[in-house]
């Protein structure tokens, strides 16, 4: 356990619902990144905020995802309308301050899309 | 940009034999560089990081990797394979700045032969 917790653990959605992810960081871990990981293939990055504040978003990240850090705190991934194509595991990793360049992952979400 | 190329998808080694995974980076800038572990239904672990110090960096379980600049690489090894060591293994290259999301290549099983 790594201290980074997400859910739901699993996500079954039929084609066009939105869903929601959560990601609770590691305590006072400012920075928070959420990545992509499909069958075969290592995680790809989506976005990262530092604080409240969402720095960079892959062009990965379609209009249909949003992402969300209030207060600096937990996060949350919303996919509107979700397509087949969006079934993967979510990861949220964690980083603290300074520069130990030391992510933290999450269990993941695993979502499927029927 | 930054990539990460792990040749072969799967290795197969006996138990207490070497263990050899080998990853290869291609950067514009001097990398950090990791490797990370993830086994079955878990987030990923990180093993070992590079970050401009010491090219020999010694990880957990025993694990080191060595960063050689002119073979642009950054091959992870064990003296001795364990039972337990059997999962999924992920290089990855960072930036140095602030956002340091990860590049990831695309992962390497290992399997440990009783």
């Known amino acids: 356990d790594t201290g980074v917790s997400q859910n739901p653990r699993h996500k079954i959605t039929k084609r066009g619902q939105n869903v929601t992810f959560r990601c609770d960081p590691i305590?006072?871990?400012?920075?928070l990144y959420w990545y992509r990981q499909t069958l075969g293939q290592g995680p790809e990055f989506l976005t990262y905020?530092?604080?409240?504040?969402?720095?960079?978003k892959s062009r990965l990240l379609s209009d249909r995802f949003s992402a969300e850090r209030p207060k600096g705190s937990f996060s949350t991934l919303e996919i509107q309308r979700t397509e087949q194509g969006d079934s993967a595991m979510y990861l949220c990793?964690?980083?603290?301050?300074?520069?130990?360049?030391?992510?933290?992952f999450g269990p993941g979400t695993r979502l499927t899309v029927t | 940009a930054q990539s990460v190329t792990q040749l072969g998808s799967h290795v197969s080694v006996s138990e207490g034999a070497l263990v050899l995974l080998r990853c290869n980076y291609s950067?514009?800038?001097?990398?950090?560089l990791f490797w990370y572990v993830q086994y079955p239904n878990q987030g990923l672990q990180l093993l070992l990081k590079?970050?401009?110090?010491?090219?020999l960096v010694k990880g957990i379980n025993g694990f080191e990797a060595e960063f050689k600049k002119s073979e642009t690489s950054f091959h992870l090894t064990k003296p001795s394979a364990h039972m337990s060591d059997a999962a999924e293994y992920f290089c990855?290259?960072?930036?140095?700045?602030?956002?340091?999301?990860?590049?990831f290549g695309k992962g390497i099983t290992l399997s440990v032969r009783p």
């Open positions: 990855a290259v960072s930036d140095t700045g602030a956002n340091s999301k990860l590049t």
């Open positions: 950067s514009s800038v001097p990398p950090y």
């Open positions: 990793a964690t980083e603290g301050g300074g520069w130990s360049y030391e992510q933290y």
């Open positions: 305590s006072e871990h400012n920075r």
């Open positions: 905020f530092q604080n409240e504040a969402q720095l960079e």
């Open positions: 590079y970050t401009s110090a010491a090219t």
